[in-house]
């Protein structure tokens, strides 16, 4: 079993829809949950952190479920610009000094 | 403030040839960790770096490959004789502290060809 699991997709989706991406991870010590965004091959930047309580930045939620061992991303009102792919990150306890990356999941905003 | 630098960008090898690939980190960062991306797969951690100091390369490859990252310079990954499965984006990260709660920078990477 990976470590990370994410649908790789791709997720297809018109403008304005909302979508929602699910990740699982295998190692209930993990401490810390992220997800980063990667363009065409260019660099992954951090799009947010995710915590147990859910934490929001403007059309993006986040959300983790320690007991499913589960991370989720929703985006709303979907921009053309958000299409790209989607890393969930892990980093596990006692390892502060890797992250874990999921293969990512494709999302392609459409007219 | 500059961001993390690497280069080259492009790299094109021959089998059996060096690759020298060269990260400098942030301005006031001193730990740096290097990543890689087969195609088709998800970044996979190599070897995290403080200055002079290899601190965890539990994901580099057993042969053939170093990373360093001296008192003065960019950090340097090395790979010696190179086989087509070397192929990949190199990426290249740091932070100002090893605490990973803290924001992770990454440079544009590095695109290994071997022919």
């Known amino acids: 079993r990976k470590e990370v699991e994410q649908d790789p997709g791709p997720f297809n989706v018109p403008e304005g829809a909302t979508v929602a991406f699910n990740c699982t991870y295998s190692?209930?010590?993990?401490?810390?949950f992220f997800w980063y965004r990667q363009d065409c091959r260019k660099e992954p930047k951090l799009l947010m952190s995710?915590?147990?309580s859910g934490n929001e930045d403007g059309r993006f939620t986040a959300q983790l479920n320690r007991a499913s061992q589960y991370i989720s991303l929703l985006i709303r009102d979907s921009k053309l610009s958000d299409s790209a792919t989607y890393l969930c990150?892990?980093?596990?306890?006692?390892?502060?000094?890797?992250?874990?990356f999921g293969t990512g999941t494709r999302l392609q905003v459409t007219l | 403030n500059a961001g993390v630098m690497q280069n080259p960008r492009h790299l094109v090898r021959r089998r059996g040839q060096e690759a020298r690939l060269r990260c400098s980190p942030m301005?006031?960062?001193?730990?740096v960790y290097w990543y890689r991306q087969l195609p088709e797969e998800g970044l996979k951690f190599m070897v995290y770096?403080?200055?002079?100091?290899?601190?965890?390369e539990s994901g580099m490859p057993k042969e053939r490959f170093s990373a360093e990252f001296p008192k003065e310079g960019p950090s340097i990954l090395r790979i010696q004789q190179v086989v087509r499965g070397d192929s990949a984006a190199y990426f290249c990260?740091?932070?100002?502290?090893?605490?990973?709660?803290?924001?992770?920078?990454f440079g544009s990477g590095t695109q290994l060809s071997v022919l």
């Open positions: 990260a740091s932070s100002p502290s090893r605490k990973l709660n803290e924001k992770l920078f």
């Open positions: 190692n209930s010590a993990s401490q810390s």
């Open positions: 995710v915590y147990s």
């Open positions: 990150v892990v980093v596990e306890t006692g390892t502060a000094s890797k992250l874990t």
């Open positions: 301005k006031g960062h001193s730990h």
């Open positions: 770096l403080q200055k002079e100091n290899i601190i965890d």
